[in-house]
């Protein structure tokens, strides 16, 4: 039986490997695809303290694998196929059969909320981002579009406004659904810009995007708009579909944690963006893993 198992090969899993490794627990970490998670896809991580030569997700989530394994931590490449985790025992199945642990660290991430239009996986990294905090500074004095009416687009569109030329901020509906300080101060900055009751239906451009097709969700009207680049914020998707009924979720889906990284089960922790956390960052995933990590060893004992 091992002592620690770890969901999930992102930052928030490799971190948490790493702390309950060096920390004396035996532990396992099962990943799906490959090391790094979601920022595997970002071609420059800009912001992760320490990485001054801002290296691509690859490259960094290769780092935070070889740094964990240094320690001796034990990745297997498989998938988690179903989990019991409410009893003292924990019991992961996967496609090479069953696996027990005391505690389990979930750390299986959550994936951006896709607008569903043509072309989008293909134009991430070409213009397309679903983080303006990680790749707004690349398009300082440019134009952009973000798209989403909530708390999160509205907080992006004001971030990005503090470097860009001009930010378009796309909403299908004729007022804002953020939180209404976060509208005031957006509607007030001058070079927001607010495009009502409109739906993106096109990205413009062939290699990179140059472009937005919009159509006005009440007219019909259609409109394009020459941008820079497009920053999406329609939500997240936390990948919990596995632990539903067993770990408490907040009513986006996120596991619902302390700030021990504790869920409502015992022995079971949760890291990084699959949790109910304000930012999805490199960093604080780490953080939060290595907090589940130390908070684990404590349980073990």
């Known amino acids: ?84 985790l409410t009893g003292e025992t924990k019991t992961i199945t996967t496609p090479e059969g069953e696996l027990e642990a005391k505690a389990v660290i ?19 990294g070409r213009g397309l981002s679903y983080c303006a905090t990680c790749d707004g500074a690349f398009y300082s004095g440019k134009t952009v579009a973000v798209i989403g009416g909530g708390d999160t687009a509205v907080s992006d569109a004001i971030y990005l406004a503090r470097g ?3 930010v378009y901020l796309i909403h299908r509906r004729d007022s804002l659904r953020a939180a209404e300080s976060l509208a005031q101060a957006a509607l007030a900055a001058p070079n927001i810009v607010p495009v009502w009751d409109s739906v993106v239906t096109e ?17 019909e009207e259609e409109s394009e708009l020459a941008l820079d680049g497009v920053f999406v914020a329609v939500g997240v998707l936390p990948r919990t579909e596995l632990v539903r009924g067993q770990v408490a979720l907040t009513p986006a889906g996120e ?23 304000p930012l999805r960052q490199v960093i604080t995933a780490c953080a939060d893993g290595a907090i589940a990590a130390f908070q684990a060893i404590a349980y073990l004992s």
């Open 1 to 84: 039986m091992t002592d620690i198992l770890i969901i999930g090969g992102g930052p928030a899993g490799l971190a948490a490997g790493l702390y309950a490794q060096r920390g004396g627990a035996n532990t396992l970490l099962l990943e799906e695809m490959f090391a790094g998670g979601q920022i595997v896809k970002t071609h420059q991580v800009d912001n992760y303290p320490g990485f001054s030569n801002s290296p691509d997700g690859f490259t960094l989530g290769a780092a935070l694998e070889e740094h964990a394994r240094k320690f001796g931590l034990t990745v297997e490449y498989t998938s988690a196929l179903s989990m019991d």
């Open 106 to 124: 979930l750390c299986m991430g959550a994936n951006p909320r896709p607008l569903g239009i043509a072309r989008e996986e293909e134009m991430v």
């Open 164 to 166: 860009c030329e001009k």
């Open 203 to 219: 990205f413009l451009g062939g290699d990179a995007i140059i472009g937005l097709r919009v159509k006005n969700v009440k007219t």
């Open 255 to 277: 596991i619902l944690t302390n700030e021990r990284m504790e869920t409502n089960l015992s022995g079971v922790y949760a890291a990084g963006d699959i949790r109910n956390t």
